[in-house]
């Protein structure tokens, strides 16, 4: 992908989910309706660096694509101005080509394999709470946090939320009949892995414990979870690391205990907002610690006093922060600790730090460097304006 005239084709580097988010895995489908024609050919394939933001872009969501659908939503307002008016299909074709040129074959292969085994559990799995897995708000989310939705204002945000240091906000979210579910949904999730023997993939290489929960089924769910219900907080709080541009996400349960996961080691998530809320049981110790929003360049500097915050989880109780806060769980020293996880990606976002330098809108070392370099510039400009004040004098 480029922006104001690079090319993109032969794209290479990188993380491919860093480049364009994490795919959804599906099968590599054109998009195309049957008899349509082909659409026009392009020397190169560029993206406008500003988004029209008076277009309207159209909906794909009923296509099988290979990535989320909500990318192509994304990407069309930024669309050259003779691709805008043009149907559908052509500008699907058009922005399929740049995301697929981050993707090399054996990565596609990969991307089939693990839509295939998805299906294969959702094929298989039986569903134990059915309700889980669509969207049921009144049912899932306490009714303070519903009312500052639906009022959908900073400040009906702000009433709901402390934001204990910069950057992290708490709130209660989740109702206990909905923690209940969740816990005996993923209980029987692992009950039948175990019978079954079915291997299945975690939610990162960091545990050994959890599961993935698009890959059971709840993909949709979560998908309305991200659109609806965090995107509208992310847009006011977190709007410069594309809080108000999310278009895909990983959703996930982490289990924590002596016969689990202990504890997590210090990290940033790859996302932009992450969604962190304790769905239960009884448990001890557990502690989240924060230290400080970092770019790719400084994740391991070190932390400032004021960037030190640690956080006593509470079940329904919501975290919700910049994927880039550098964080950590201290151990569960007894009992059972689950967490669900959102983690909220930005296409657009991703591309768009490629081609920047400055984070310091977000990095808090990027923005102490651009500080200093300013009180040297003005020291500088004192000093030589006192030297030029007493060659005057003499």
């Keep these: 992908m480029s922006f104001d005239g690079a090319r993109t084709a032969g794209v290479s580097g990188g993380r491919p989910e860093q480049a364009i988010g994490r795919a959804n895995g599906g099968a590599l489908v054109p998009g195309l309706k049957n008899g349509a024609a082909p659409p026009p050919t392009y020397s190169t394939h560029k993206l406008r660096l500003n988004p029209n933001s008076d277009h309207r872009p159209d909906n794909y969501e009923e296509l099988d694509l290979e990535f989320n659908p909500l990318i192509f939503s994304s990407l069309e307002r930024y669309l050259p101005p003779n691709l805008l008016p043009q149907v559908r299909d052509v500008k699907l074709n058009y922005m399929r080509e740049i995301l697929l040129g981050y993707y090399p074959e054996n990565e596609r292969i990969r991307l089939q394999k693990h839509r295939e085994y998805r299906q294969k559990i959702i094929s298989n799995y039986q569903r134990l709470h059915l309700e889980l897995y669509d969207m049921h708000p009144t049912n899932f989310f306490v ?196 967490n669900l996880l959102l983690w909220c990606r930005s296409s657009v976002f991703r591309e768009s730090r490629k081609y920047q330098k400055d984070f310091s809108s977000w990095c808090a070392e990027c ?17 030589d304006l006192l030297r030029r004040g007493g060659e005057t004098a003499t």
């Design 143 to 338: 009714p303070s946090f519903l009312k500052a939705i639906n009022e959908n204002t900073e400040q009906a945000f702000r009433n709901i939320m402390s934001e204990p240091s910069p950057g992290i906000f708490t709130f209660e979210m989740l109702q206990p009949r909905f923690c209940e579910m969740l816990l005996a949904e993923v209980e029987n999730f692992e009950k039948w892995v175990h019978e079954t023997k079915f291997e299945i993939m975690r939610p990162s290489t960091m545990n050994k414990y959890g599961a993935v929960l698009d890959d059971f089924g709840m993909k949709n769910m979560l998908e309305k979870l991200m659109e609806d219900f965090i995107c509208p907080i992310s847009k006011v709080f977190f709007p410069e690391v594309g809080g108000s541009i999310l278009d895909s996400h990983h959703g996930f349960v982490l289990e924590y205990g002596i016969d689990r996961d202990v504890d997590q080691g210090f990290h940033v998530d790859d996302s932009e907002v992450s969604l962190n809320v304790c769905v239960g049981k009884q448990f001890s110790g557990g502690e989240l610690f924060f230290r400080g929003v970092r770019c790719d360049e400084h994740v391991n500097t070190e932390t400032q006093p004021e960037e030190i915050y640690d956080y006593s989880q509470v079940p329904g109780r919501a975290v919700l922060h910049r994927g880039r806060h550098r964080h950590g769980a201290r151990a569960t020293t007894s009992g059972n600790r689950i």
């Design 367 to 383: 923005k102490r460097e651009k500080k200093e370099r300013h009180r040297q510039l003005v020291a500088a400009i004192d000093k």
